[in-house]
């Protein structure tokens, strides 16, 4: 497996969270995952928020507006639809994800269902379209980064309008001064840098909506769009790294091996870890939730004997999802959650 | 040229700064490049910083030691040692650095002269050893992370032992609680996680020191150890992007183009622009420097006209050094600062 120079470009601005990261229950600033479609772009100062669109009452909110709003704080996890595209074959071209597209904030805002709420959309609504500042050509196509949720689960939602980060102002490049956060979807639904919430009377037909976040088998099948985030259990590689290969070495004896688990489609009903290469497969302890769309930190003793080892783990989900043990292709190279394998040399 | 997935594994967990952050004199939290060896470690909540060795007076300090020493905050550019290294050919298997590895923090902290000072190194003393709490395998030995400095220059530098970046703690993925900062030099030198500080009576000999970071002609060339930073100019990105390619598409008529420079030998003298792929070169107007260790400003007019262009800058230094126009091959692929080159469609 290779990766082109344009996948190296793409890899050298995104930045995944590096896998010990999973040690904290609420990932640092600057760990976090992100993927930047375009350009971090540069809000004006005078920036507003415009809501508009099949609305009785359109609004146009500065910062401090949105601020002097309900505010609420919780813990998300989020997720890149192409998180594990790079361990996919034959291979897609895009963004090279291995398995480090994810991270979780402590988002603080005001509730996306309030606002829409206080426009009063009208009986003839279908969707919510959401615009980003960012701007960029996509598939032959110039536009802005733009999303929408259906207008049913932008008012069932937890989704919130975040000007906040861990408890700081939100920072540049997670979509200063605000970005949208659906809970439990991936992260392409989070438009970052929101310029304009547009109420719709017909579906939304953007390219990140229609041709991008499809789940395709091949090119003559239209697709499902990609919603929730299906379930993962990632580890905290143990012992320590050898520089180039990253591949793990560690004493032998006892160790407890730690990591975390989530899923958008519900909690995290349990994690199983195999230290023999999936030939067998352990439970692991769960601790509590810290919220509703946060990971669950998980731990499973390990008895490390000299020698040669693959561990991995895997998540199900109480909606029955349950992660596969081998990758499924599809077109975009989406929602590869295969079991994580970690080489180990146990000395 | 491709890029294997052990390059893949390490341009996943180190983080670049998108170069359209060039626009921030000071770096954002989350922006600046990061390079981490190994793990980013997790220090013990009674982390001490030792200082002994060849001196009088041992020391052994805590956070708050350190913060209620004498307080230096100033900006400084660092940028690794690789940067570029991804445009050599033959291909050099490391970390595949592009462009980006690079970022200016303003770094807050305690000089360390006084603190060595305090120590009172012996007569024999020659060296300053720099240990961190990282750990790994590189080049088949175990080790920590360790580089050391020439005595005179940990005395008569400007290097500082950093507990803040950009007014905040310092982040866990800068090295919290305490990393060097060596004004000028590449970012090797600058040991996060830090530990231990050994004043040495013999030349320091540990792998980082004296295997890596060198710049070797070949496998046979013992080679000579890199230290300050060559000068680089880098350019924002004009117009907007294509998502896959990262191709620059830029409206006709007139526009400002900017960027930063900078050089570890001295103030940067002129950075000069072309338009036209290196046939001709055009005087920026350079910015005030905002500290004698950050990066200057740089702008100047083009005229853009509809067509294909190679925009490309580069920077000398008052020292006398100019970026070349095309790379110098050395094995372990360091110090390509050979001139930023960006095709450009103008419509």
Not at 7 to 12: G, P, Y
Not at 214 to 241: F, K, T
Not at 292 to 314: D, F, T
């Amino acid at each position: 497996m290779t990766i082109s120079i344009e996948e190296l470009q793409l890899a050298a601005r995104n930045h995944g969270m590096p896998l010990e990261a999973l040690r904290y229950p609420v990932t640092p600033i600057g760990l976090h995952y992100l993927l930047i479609h375009f350009d971090v772009p540069e809000p004006s100062p005078d920036w507003r928020l415009e809501v508009a669109g099949s609305v009785s009452r359109p609004l146009s909110l500065s910062l401090d507006d949105l601020r002097s709003r309900p505010y609420v704080r919780m813990p998300v996890t989020m997720e890149c639809a192409g998180n594990g595209r790079a361990r996919l074959e034959p291979h897609v071209v895009s963004q090279p994800w291995l398995a480090e597209a994810v991270g979780t904030g402590e988002w603080g805002g005001t509730p996306l269902r309030g606002l829409l709420e206080e426009v009063e959309p009208l009986e003839e609504a279908v969707e919510v379209v959401f615009s980003g500042l960012d701007r960029g050509i996509d598939g032959d196509v110039e536009q802005a980064y733009e999303r929408s949720l259906p207008l049913a689960d932008a008012l069932g939602g937890d989704a919130l309008l975040a000007y906040e980060l861990n408890g700081e102002p939100l920072p540049r490049q997670h979509g200063f001064p605000l970005r949208l956060v659906v809970p439990g979807w991936y992260g392409m639904a989070s438009v970052k840098w929101l310029a304009r919430i547009e109420i719709s009377e017909r579906p939304f037909e953007g390219y990140q909506q229609t041709h991008a976040y499809r789940l395709r088998r091949d090119e003559d099948d239209e697709g499902v769009p990609l919603d929730r985030i299906h379930p993962r259990a990632l580890m905290i590689p143990p012992g320590i790294p050898e520089f180039l290969s990253r591949r793990r070495i560690v004493d032998a004896g006892e160790h407890v091996l730690e990591g975390r688990a989530w899923s958008g489609f519900g909690p995290v009903a349990s994690v199983e870890v195999s230290f023999d290469g999936g030939a067998s497969w352990r439970p692991a302890e769960l601790e509590p939730p810290a919220g509703r769309w946060a990971w669950v930190g998980w731990r499973v003793g390990w008895r490390a004997e000299p020698g040669e080892h693959e561990l991995s783990c895997r998540a199900r989900d109480e909606a029955g999802n349950e992660q596969p043990l081998e990758p499924t292709w599809n077109v975009g190279g989406y929602v590869n959650n295969a079991v994580q394998r970690i080489p180990v040399t146990v000395r």
